[in-house]
């Protein structure tokens, strides 16, 4: 089974003197699965990765990169891996062509193949105009890109981004999170790294939640929201007798708890994108005119203060 | 191997493109080797010809002697070059204007006193500017007048010993003929050669080119430390190669950095000023030597520092320590005691040694010297080596 997975890991261990980095972390991406690795900073995103990637020896634990044991010297393994580092990894006094053919021929491509692929990678990062030019030009939206693009060059199996998000405009990271939804799509297994819950909730099918070092979580995210137990909420703002309207929504079963104040009426619902018409008939047959609806469904950010008593960001 | 060649030839590009290796590599040890032989010139004198006039107004004996025996001698040496001159006044006029630095004048008769044992006098003409050129003519006339005057207190020993009449001119000329050929009339040695010291050309140009070796080839090895500060070694490490080949890669930036430089300054310096560096296949033999002793030392530097502007530090200390004690900027091994004893500690003195003994002798007279340098080699980067696996773990 494990050979079939375009990447298993099984407990892996690490530790930096008396800290335990990672402590028996493990998980499986299959081919066009985007898989989310959320965890607060110092929570091991880091260390889990660079143990993936060959970077790192671990302490313990197994790791196979589409069949291929990874280690720190298995070449096999790391041929099919694309990695793009937190920090830029790119060389400055080089152009964005001369980075990309460098790290081509790194992979192993010919003189040819590695111009070929090159031009498409610029083509495909929106870099072709500026290929020429030092990478220390560029502005920081651009280095990013090539930074992503350097790690796309081998057509990998398996692209990790170790929280390529990190210090990017809005503009940049929302085409860094399209290219990952394209190639993800395109059939690429992807372990993505962030702290930032939107992305992990927008980009990953499948989500772990890593916290000082340990696996705590790990599903889909209505599983993971579905282990907070908590439902979706819905106030809505309308006139005529709210609390009589309150009364009667409360009478029905997928109704959790409905309260009436302040011109609005609160309701905690088991799905509200589901049942919102019915709401909305509801109230109209009791003669209330509905001015605006808001809809507040329990995020990763709530799971992970369920699971750990802090916010995502502490 | 190919990762290696890779590695190397971008590294090669970025630091050829920065420029930063070009001008400590080439630019710097050129420039400071032509004002350093520049200044020195200027003060001994050395590596430059003296040009001497000499005005033979008398024609004789004793004066064809000087000129066709005593100059060619002297003008052997390689460092006076000797110009008759016709008249006196176009020789003090070549003086004035600095074209001669100095002028001998032999007067009409003075043969002929020499022989009459009658007082006779040469000429110095000097330039108030260059008193070192005036003496050295000065010194040149006193020589030959010396020896007149030994072999005339010979030949009057010979006659007073016999008592009675003067001794016919023919019995003379025969008696000074046999005191001249006792000795030889001036002799030049050429004490470069005996002392295996380089000519200051020479000295300079050999001397700079190692003393900056040891900056140049620091830009490889320290561009493993700047990767790892930049991130750039993760992505290196995260590759399917081994990191045999990262390491091999910046060892192999550094010495093609170090061959690039010194076959580019022993080029230009050869054309440009003149240096002689000597027996060509010695010469690459004792750069080789020197480039891999300067690879492995300040490889070893930068296994010692934390972060890549540390590493530069304390790299550039060392190799100026090393470049004095090993005498590039001045020849230390002339210098008394301990200290030219300790010059030895230096892979640099080593390199100016050896290129010494190239010019001295044959070209095994280079396999000391780089044994030596072979030996601060594999030492240093022995323990180096060991190290850097560490340097290239991200």
Known sequence: MADERVLWCHDLRRSFGGLVAVDGVGFYIDPGETYGLLGPNGAGKTTTISMIVGLLDRDGGEIRVAGEPMTTRAVRAKREIGYVPQDLAIYPDLSGRENLMFFARLYGMSTSEARRRSAEVLELTGLSDRAGDQTKQYSGGMKRRLNIGIGLLNRPKLLILDEPTVGVDPQSRNAILESVEALSGAGTAVLYTTHYMEEAERL????????????????????????????????????????????????????????????????????????????????????????????????????FLHLTGRALRD | MRAALLICAKDLRARLRDRSALLIGIVVPLGLAFIFNGIFSGISGGGTVLNLGVVNADHGLASQQFTSEVLPAVARSGLIAVHP?????????????????????????????????????????????????????????????????RVRLSVATVAAGRGGPALPPAQIQALSARAAAAVEPVAVDDVSAQTKELNQKSFFAAGMAVFFLFFTVQFGVTSLLEERSDGTLARLVAAPIGRASILGGKLLT??????????????????LLGASWGNPLGVAVLVVAAILSAIGIMALIATLAKNAEQAANWQSVVAVILGLVGGTFFPVSQAPGILSRLTFIAPQAWFLRGLGDLRAGSISAVWIPALAMLGFAVVTGAVALTRLRHLAEV
């Open chain 1, 204 to 303: 990953a099918d499948r989500i772990g939640i890593i916290d000082h070092g340990k696996l705590i979580a790990e599903g889909t995210r209505q599983q993971l929201v579905g282990m907070v137990g908590e439902g979706d909420q819905v106030r809505l703002s309308a006139a005529g007798d709210l609390t009589r309207a309150a009364a009667d929504l409360a009478g029905r079963s997928w109704v959790r708890q409905a309260k009436a104040a302040d011109g609005t009426i609160d309701l905690v619902v088991d799905d509200a994108s589901r049942e919102l018409p019915a709401i909305l008939a509801d109230l109209t047959a009791d003669g209330l005119a509905v001015s605006s609806v808001q809809v507040h469904e329990p995020d990763l950010e709530a799971v």
């Open chain 2, 85 to 149: 001159e016709a008249t006196l006044a176009r020789a003090r006029a070549l003086a004035a204007n600095g074209t001669l630095e100095a002028v001998i004048v032999i007067p009409a008769g003075f043969s002929a006193q020499v022989q009459a044992n009658q007082p006779a006098a040469m000429q110095v003409i000097g330039n108030i500017d260059d008193p070192v050129s005036a003496q050295v003519a000065e010194s040149i006339a006193e020589s030959y007048a010396a020896d007149l005057n």
């Open chain 2, 254 to 271: 550094s010495f093609v950095l170090g061959v690039i430089s010194m076959a580019v300054l022993v080029a230009a310096t050869t054309l």
